[in-house]
Nanobody, 127 residues
């Protein structure tokens, strides 16, 4: 099973940017579709964005479209989340997530599809 470790969270003012990274263990990273979830206090965990095996297809929640970008580097076993124009409502713990895929399955995963998660990294956006 893949192990995921997030980094890059922190405190930022509204309008600022952060870049999250998620390092995955193992030699089969290219067989995992990846995503970023978040959970704010008192709210359910939600899918922010996901990316398929090839990186050619991405999903974004409406709340982050045009502001967040997911990318992956299979050579480095890493997935990134670039977050721009941050808003106070983006404040949450952000989790990296993964799901093992058949090599011919290029669909982007949705929330219920994920099977592995990291420990999370806190993102706080001040107004």
């Amino acid at each position: 099973q893949v192990q995921l470790v997030e980094s890059g969270g922190g405190l930022v003012q509204a309008g600022g940017s952060l870049r999250l990274s998620c390092a995955a263990s193992g030699r089969t990273f290219s067989r995992y579709a990846m995503g970023w979830l978040r959970q704010a206090p008192g709210k359910e965990r939600e899918l922010v964005t996901s990316i398929n095996l090839s990186g050619g297809t991405r999903y974004y929640a409406d709340s982050v479209k045009g502001r967040f970008t997911i990318s992956r580097d299979n050579a480095k076993n890493t997935v990134y989340l670039q977050m721009n124009s941050l808003k106070p409502e983006d404040t949450a713990v952000y989790y990296c997530a993964a799901v093992f895929k058949d090599t011919r399955d290029y669909a982007v995963p949705l929330l219920a599809d994920f099977r592995s998660w990291g420990q999370g990294t806190q993102v706080t956006v001040s107004s």
